[in-house]
């Protein structure tokens, strides 16, 4: 990562508001050399990571086991560095002390930094820790990243996790965590951001599991947050693809239908997320068809053109086949089925070819001469 230097704005406030909590021992940017803490600055044993609070997200909490891991690293002498990114290219660098009360003030500080700024990137916190080698990590965000090469937006909770890991060590922005422990506390969603599924849950553990152990983590642990008061601030929302999303456009004579894989199929699988929701947009989508047509479903994945195995082909046809039974189920005549046909990345829908729109199910209703 690109070294970074914090906004003296950022920097000043932080200042002030861990002055107040009687945090502070020392502030220094990520970017630049530390500085020696001060004499009453515990020595670090530890990394807090921080990506600021907003009103799409509730406030952090702080979990007993995380209180229990504090306070036994105080009895050790020890405190943290927290590193703050607060939705920003910023990331401020505080050495604090933790332990019994100082350990609620520090998530108290962690919610009082507003976001400020259009993404969010743990990943790059990730990749500026200065603690120990080997020592422990504990992340307070909702962990939907927004930036390259870990973008939640270009993901869309269907992304292979293992082809994350690829595309994150291929931009040389695997952190190193060899022997470190990992505790990710997920603050639950508020505001615009929409909530996810159990499995779309599933999945943002899945990446950060992947991540973290692809980083050399020793134990990665998830805490999933029970704060119930919305934060303040800014931050980017994640759009969440809901099983009866149905964009339909009409071209000349032509419906055409197209129905986000990443909301309608279990990650790798033809199998549907949930059924009945995909009843429901595929009735939208019918209920805007001529009445005189044939019907084209077609199954699409994202990706390089270039590379379109043969796996790739058979699983965007095998979806456009069960949404074809989901169509006969709403009374479309088998007949009026003209032609189910698997693309895989070989066609793609917008560009460029690696849009997660082009991960889709297309059902075209064409007008008969």
Known sequence: MG?????????TLLTVALLTTGLL???????????????????????????????NQMVATLPQAVADQWNALAADGKGVEWLNTPNTTDIVRTPVAVGGDQSQ?????????????????????????????????????PLLDTRDPLDFTELAFDEDPAAVVKAVKKAKDLPDLKGRQVSFVINPVAGDQAALSDL???????????????????????????GTVAGAGSGPVVAVPEPDDVDTTTTGTEVVCRLP?????????????????????LKKCLAKAPDNYRVVVEGHTSGDPSDNGR??????????????????DLDVPAKAIYKVVGYGRSNPLVDPPTDPRNRAVVVRFEVLK
Request: proline residues 8%.
């Open 3 to 11: 070294l970074r230097s914090p906004r003296p704005l950022v920097a």
């Open 311 to 328: 796996a790739t082909v058979e699983l965007s046809k095998q979806r456009a086949t069960v949404v074809a039974v989901l169509l006969k």
């Open 200 to 226: 779309q849950t599933g999945y943002l553990h899945a990446v950060w599991q992947e991540l973290a152990d692809a980083a050399g983590a020793e134990r990665v642990e998830f805490f999933d947050g029970t």
């Open 25 to 55: 021992a020392g502030c220094t940017p990520a970017s630049a050399p530390s500085a020696s803490p001060s004499a009453s600055a515990p020595p670090v044993g530890g990394s807090v990571i921080s990506t600021g609070n907003s009103t």
């Open 105 to 141: 003030a520090l998530v108290d500080a962690v919610n009082g930094v507003q976001g400020a700024g259009t993404d969010r990137s743990v990943l790059a916190a990730l990749n500026d820790l200065d603690s120990p080698a080997g020592s422990p990590v504990w992340v307070f965000s």
């Open 261 to 281: 894989t990443p909301a309608l199929f279990v990650i790798n699988t033809p199998n549907l997320i949930d059924r009945g929701k995909t009843l429901q947009g």
